[in-house]
């Protein structure tokens, strides 16, 4: 491994996200999305739409819709941003369901599904839920789908979600 890139900050890099056409994309807190077009050679900041001031969390995600290859998502637990033009600009979809953000997946064939699981947030709300949520709408609005999974919320709680989502650690 060797260092690559100028314009990269030197803050820890805590998600990479590779196109196929060498692109690349780093979620990088505090400092929110940075992107590559040449293979990780020079990095600039994407964050046209990002609050950067209402980060929370541990950890940023992003992901690449696997029908639509322009279109991103990138949550850093405070909200969830998308993006159709390759991660030039961004726009809010929703705030977080609830909790932190420890995964986000796309249906694999239907672009409007999403999927995201979240921790408890700190402190714990009597109104906030946890657990795994369904968009139907592309991330605009989320519904708990938690029924048979008391058991496994009480074990992510517990192991705070290290030993059961891997790199959470």
């Known amino acids: 491994w060797f260092p690559t890139g100028s314009g990269l900050p ?8 590779v196109d196929d056409t060498r692109t690349v994309y780093a979620g990088v807190l505090p400092a929110g999305v940075y992107r590559s077009a040449d293979g990780g050679e020079t990095w600039d900041a994407s964050n046209e739409g990002i609050d950067l001031k209402g980060m929370q969390g541990e950890r940023s995600l ?36 609830c909790g932190f953000t420890v995964a986000l997946a796309p249906d694999p064939t ?6 995201q699981a979240t921790l408890p947030q700190d402190p714990p709300s009597e109104t906030c839920q946890e657990g795994i949520f369904r968009s139907m709408d592309g991330g605009q609005t989320w519904e ?11 074990r992510l709680r ?11 650690g």
């Not at 819709?65 to 969830?80: A, F, I, K, M, N």
């Open 110 to 115: 239907d672009a409007a599904i999403l999927y």
């Open 144 to 154: 708990a789908i938690n029924y048979g999974l008391e058991g496994m919320l009480e």
């Open 62 to 97: 992003l992901l690449l819709d696997p029908v639509s290859r322009q279109r991103l998502y990138y949550t850093h637990g405070g909200g969830l941003w998308s993006s159709d033009d390759g991660g030039l600009s961004w726009s809010l979809l929703s705030e977080s369901p």
């Open 10 to 17: 030197s803050t820890a890099v805590d998600t990479l996200l």
């Open 158 to 168: 517990e192991a705070g979600g290290k030993d059961i989502i891997p790199g959470l």
